[in-house]
Nanobody, 125 residues
Framework: QVQLVESGGGSVQAGGSLRLSCAAS????????MAWFRQAPGKEREGVAS???????TYSDSVKGRFTISRDNAKNTLYLQMNSLKPEDTAMYYC???????????????????WGQGTQVTVSS
């Protein structure tokens, strides 16, 4: 059974940084396509960044240059380093993974099959 558990969220002032983690079990993070999404109250879920076993990571325009997605295969963990945070980055952040053997680098939520419960990020001005 695949489980994704996010951590690292919290409250920070604008301009600050946070690093989110997503610990995977029942899933080999280094072999699969994984991503971070976020959802603010009253808004649709938005893709933030994705990474696959091949190719370069993908980022949404709103976070490009500020966020970095990476993973530690030894720890089976996905990360999202978030710098220069803005109030508009406030949202629940979710980790997602696609079935192994299914390579996808993009930000369409329906292309991912497993989801974590989310971790809240709040950025104050």
């Amino acid at each position: 059974q695949v489980q994704l558990v996010e951590s690292g969220g919290g409250s920070v002032q604008a301009g600050g940084s946070l690093r989110l983690s997503c610990a995977a079990s029942g899933y080999t993070a280094g072999r699969g396509s994984m991503a971070w999404f976020r959802q603010a109250p009253g808004k649709e879920r938005e893709g933030v960044a994705s990474i696959a076993s091949v190719g370069a990571p993908t980022y949404s325009d709103s976070v490009k240059g500020r966020f970095t997605i990476s993973r530690d295969n030894a720890k089976n963990t996905l990360y999202l380093q978030m710098n220069s945070l803005k109030p508009e980055d406030t949202a629940m952040y979710y980790c997602a993974a696609a079935r192994l053997g299914y390579t996808y680098i993009g930000l369409i939520a329906s292309m991912f099959h497993y989801w974590g419960q989310g971790t809240q990020v709040t950025v104050s001005s």
